[in-house]
């Protein structure tokens, strides 16, 4: 299939998709999950507790006590700006939850923080193909060292007998879309199956039962270095 074809195929309502990678740094995923994480988008957590702690570590701005137009425009523009400084790199479908995460199966993402690559999720809903590729593209760009395989599949996770419908390379800052039927990227590099990656590592265990895998210290410490500079 041509790119053009590769990027016009469809996908189900909540396709898995499937992510391996090459090891990176423990400093290299603390970098990317700084700037990556779903919670510095919208701050939103059940340990609120928690969450006010990192507000106020990461300077992050108050909403307005006056509800007018001006108040809330003010507000926006200073939370751009907060945005600008921490680096922030907004993504869709392609994401980290590690500060906090409200989901299910506890903390979570293709980035982990003890460097490895690699997950076995849904994304959605209702995703196309160049949402995802715009995604991975953001962040082939800003994180140029990473090289890792992404396959969107034509159902999801807990499902059976579904098949690759696109895959991605990631290389040298750049994305390139991989018929699955020509190429299995995956296996191609040597990666674990795809039964393999939610269980990578010991620490990927260890996240799930720690509501704050990325600790408060951490966090201040990122504080520290960016508005140091």
């Not at 293709?110 to 209702?126: A, E, Y």
């Not at 939610?198 to 509501?211: D, K, P």
């Not at 520290?224 to 500079?229: F, G, L, N, T, V």
Request: charged content about 30%; some cysteine.
């Amino acid at each position: 299939m041509t790119k053009e074809e590769l990027m016009e195929a469809g996908l189900p309502k909540w396709p898995q998709m499937i992510v391996t990678g090459a090891d990176i740094s423990k400093e290299q995923a603390l970098e990317i999950i700084r700037r990556t994480d779903g919670f510095f988008s919208n701050f939103f957590s059940n340990d609120r507790d928690f969450g006010e702690k990192v507000k106020k570590a990461v300077r992050y701005p108050d909403e307005p006590e006056e509800d007018t137009t001006d108040a809330w425009n003010k507000y926006y523009v200073e939370l751009e700006a907060w945005k600008e400084k921490w680096g922030y790199i907004e993504t869709e479908y392609v994401l980290n939850n590690w500060v906090s995460s409200c989901f299910i199966g506890g903390p979570h993402g293709w980035c982990h923080p003890d460097g490895t690559i690699g997950c076995s999720t849904n994304v959605g809903k209702w995703p196309k193909v160049s949402e995802v590729y715009d995604d991975w593209t953001k962040l082939a760009e800003a994180f140029p060292f990473l090289e890792v395989e992404a396959t969107l599949m034509s159902g999801e996770d807990c499902e059976i007998f579904t098949e690759p419908v696109v895959s991605m390379l990631i290389r040298n800052g750049a994305v390139e879309l991989i018929d699955p039927k020509e190429r299995n990227i995956h296996k191609e590099f040597d990666r674990p199956s795809p039964v393999q990656v939610g269980t990578m590592s010991l620490f990927s265990v260890l996240c799930r039962l720690n509501a704050h895998p990325i600790s408060l210290e951490q966090i201040r410490k990122w504080a520290d270095q960016i508005y140091k500079e």
